[in-house]
C-alpha cells in the first residue's frame, strides 16, 4: 500500500504561480512513475505532468514551459511548480503514483486561477 499527501493548490491570479506536492509513504520502493492529473467540471480527467524513475519526464502540450515537475526520491515526493498560470488551467489536480501492482491517487487539491 501506497499512501499519499497532497499540499498546496489554492487561488490565485492569472500569470500567479504555484505548487503542488505530493508525498508518498508505506510501499514506497515499488514506485515506477509519479505524477498529476486534473479534471475541470464536465471533462475526462488528463495527464499534466509525469516523471519516471531515471528521470524521464513528460507533459501534456498546454503545460510546457509552464510547468515544471520534480522529484524528491529521499522524501519520496514529488511536486509540480506552476508558472503563467492562466484561468484554463482551473481544475481539481489529483496526485498519481504507479507502482507495479497499481495505481494510487491523491484525494485532490482545487487550483483556481482568476482572470
Known amino acids: 500500500q501506497v499512501q499519499l499527501v497532497e499540499s498546496g493548490g489554492g487561488l490565485v491570479q492569472a500569470g500567479g504561480s504555484l505548487r503542488l506536492s505530493c508525498a508518498a509513504s508505506g510501499s514506497s520502493s515499488s514506485i515506477s512513475a509519479m505524477g498529476w492529473y486534473r479534471q475541470a467540471p464536465g471533462k475526462q480527467r488528463e495527464l499534466v505532468a509525469r516523471?519516471?524513475?531515471?528521470?524521464?519526464?513528460n507533459y501534456t502540450d498546454s503545460v510546457k514551459g509552464r510547468f515544471t515537475i520534480s522529484r524528491d526520491n529521499a522524501k519520496n515526493t514529488v511536486y509540480l511548480q506552476m508558472n503563467s498560470l492562466k484561468p484554463e488551467d482551473t481544475a481539481g489536480y489529483y496526485c498519481n503514483v504507479q507502482t507495479v501492482y497499481r495505481n494510487y491517487w491523491g484525494q485532490g487539491t482545487q487550483v483556481t486561477v482568476s482572470s
Open positions: 516523471i519516471r524513475n531515471g528521470g524521464y519526464r
